[in-house]
């Protein structure tokens, strides 16, 4: 397989086989080199408020001249980020980087307990967070090593009055800035007063220097950082503009991005592919709120969106959504968890747009496989690895499986991680001394390239020693006219070993477990069929809406 790439002769025309990697030296260099042609274009939108190329430019030069200049900071050091989707974000991420220093993402949603662990395992000197998660913070600072923090408020870019308008009212009316005392905070429009008084100093990085540690597998344990160099994040946006450019119209692109920026997905997909072409990156800091989320849509000629299951689910489900202009809209991209057929048949039908769904890992940076642009349906494939990639199916040996047999994803590429931080045993479970990743996910390759994914190792059901993939218990649960969501997962049981569980949200408020269990005895074998139905008002998510199947796993079980 390894010698083997089928794939190529899948390739959408125009998509070369490798990327060169030599175009840029860093992620810096990637956005100095956006700023310069398209320094008056529009970058970065969020609440009525635009940055240009050049204010990207010249706020993050700017932030990065405090680092290093105000704080001291030196190359290598590490600076948390605990911002949503706001005009902050690009300019604080561009800055450290430009500083050289390293990004540690930290999801504003994270508990004391988390955020300390995760301050404390990077080693991060400084943290960028928003004043209404500055309580957790504070709770945790003195058990760190963190010596700088600073804070800002969800208007402070918006200019004047709206600045003062949006905190007051973040504040004071809708009450979501708890108190919190931080000695010796610094205020971010501060850091950039005082940024001006220092010169800017280029880093000098190279592809070898770490530019994010990206924190994951929480869900098995304890929270991994991912180093993913400068040569990791350039090539995968090599890939992906590789991949998309045929498409992409440069400095016209509008790309909607509701996930957040410290997920890996948005991050590279959005700010930095996009950066590459020019486009627009249009802020929504809480896509929780849909029908706010779809009138936030509504004054925007959109080309792309990116998005999880959940996310285009949601918006489906969200009334004024389907009367949206989509005239402009090319590109809608999903990853992150796998895409249900129903949910794309419907955004198809929708938006007349394909819902192309793609692959990928915070430890590949996170993009390996996409399907073609020009895809005219949903085809129930995370798609083709993408250039300079390859892929394998291997057995639990590493023996390299034939086409068509179902083993473990592992892709080979330059995207692929250094290693986890301070963390060579767990990279040693991972990472085989011949540059194989091993994904943890189960999967099988036709003779044309195409990759599907069966599922998750561990989410796997074992029922009588039958193997059940979740993914396609969902699938044809979602295909109910009468189910908004759905989870499955496995149960114990005294006579198979494990039982087929399904968690259900109605969208029909008179749907029936019986309901159910027709509906699915006539869509599936007789050892798939749930056993256990639970139904529920919500399903525990991620922080960006991936269904967490492990605490359904732990809650207690309930039948009906």
């Given at each position: ?47 009525g ?8 430019d ?34 604080a991420?561009?800055?450290?980087l430009?500083?050289?220093l ?20 990077s ?16 709770e ?48 971010f ?23 994010f ?138 938006t ?51 086409m ?8 080979r ?29 189960v ?43 759905v989870?499955?997962?496995?149960v ?21 477990a ?15 069929l ?31």
């Amino acid at each position: 397989m390894s010698t083997q790439r089928p794939w190529l002769a899948s390739y959408p025309s125009g998509v070369p086989a490798e990327i060169d990697l030599d175009e840029y030296s860093s992620v810096v260099a990637v956005l100095e080199s956006a700023c310069e042609r398209f320094r008056h274009r529009p970058a970065f939108s969020n609440m009525g408020k635009v940055l240009t190329y050049g204010d990207v430019d010249r706020l993050s030069r700017t932030f990065a001249a405090f680092l290093t200049g105000e704080l001291g900071l030196k190359k290598g050091d590490r600076v948390a980020l605990m911002l949503p989707n706001v005009l902050q974000y690009p300019i604080a991420i561009f800055g450290v980087l430009r500083a050289g220093l390293v990004v540690v993402n930290t999801n504003p949603m994270y508990t004391a307990r988390e955020l300390k662990h995760q301050l404390n395992d990077s080693g991060a000197s400084a943290i960028v967070v928003l004043d209404n998660f500055a309580g957790t913070v504070a709770e945790v600072i003195r058990e760190t090593s963190c010596k700088h923090v600073i804070t800002t408020g969800l208007g402070d870019l918006l200019g004047f009055p709206k600045s003062i308008l949006t905190n007051f009212v973040v504040k004071y009316v809708k009450k979501l800035v708890p108190a919190y005392r931080i000695d010796g905070a610094i205020r971010f429009r501060d850091a950039l007063s005082r940024g001006e008084r220092h010169s800017y100093k280029t880093a000098g990085l190279t592809h070898d220097d770490i530019a994010f540690l990206q924190y994951t597998g929480g869900t098995t344990g304890v929270a991994k950082g991912a180093m993913l160099t400068h040569r990791n994040l350039i090539a995968n946006m090599q890939q992906a503009s590789a991949w998309l450019g045929v498409n992409a119209r440069l400095g016209e692109e509008v790309i909607i991005t509701a996930l957040p920026l410290y997920h890996i997905f948005a991050l590279t997909a959005n700010g930095l592919v996009f950066m590459k072409f020019g486009g627009l990156n249009y802020l929504i800091t809480n896509p929780r709120d849909m029908p706010g989320f779809v009138k936030e849509m509504s004054g925007v000629k959109f080309t792309a969106i990116t998005g999880v299951n959940t996310l285009f689910n949601g918006l489906l489900n969200t009334p004024g959504f389907d009367k949206l202009d989509f005239s402009s809209l090319h590109l809608t991209l999903g990853g992150g968890m796998a895409v249900q057929r129903a949910v794309a048949e419907r955004w198809k039908k929708v938006t007349g747009i394909t819902l192309i769904e793609a692959y990928g890992l915070t430890e590949s940076s996170p993009a390996a496989c996409i399907n073609p642009m020009d895809l005219p349906d949903y085809n129930g494939s995370i798609g083709l690895p993408i250039p300079s990639t390859e892929v394998s199916v291997q057995d639990d040996n590493g023996n390299h499986l034939p086409m068509g047999e179902v083993g473990e994803l592992c892709l080979r590429g330059p995207q692929v991680m250094k290693g986890y931080w301070n963390r060579p045993e767990e990279t040693a479970k991972v990472l085989s001394a011949d540059g194989w990743l091993h994904t943890g996910d189960v999967a099988r390759i036709d003779d044309k390239g195409y990759v599907y994914i069966v599922d998750r190792k561990k989410d796997m059901i074992l029922v009588s020693g039958f193997n059940v993939y979740p993914n396609e218990v969902e699938d044809v649960v979602a295909t109910h006219p009468g189910v908004l969501e759905v989870a499955a997962i496995g149960v114990p049981d005294d006579k198979s070993g494990e039982a087929v569980k399904i968690v259900v949200v109605r969208k029909d408020p008179n749907l029936s477990a019986d309901d159910l269990r027709a509906h699915c005895k006539a869509n599936l074998t007789g050892y798939k069929l749930p056993r256990y139905i639970e139904f529920r008002d919500s399903l525990p998510k991620s922080n960006v809406g991936k269904i967490l199947r492990r605490e359904l796993r732990d809650a207690p079980k309930t039948a009906a």
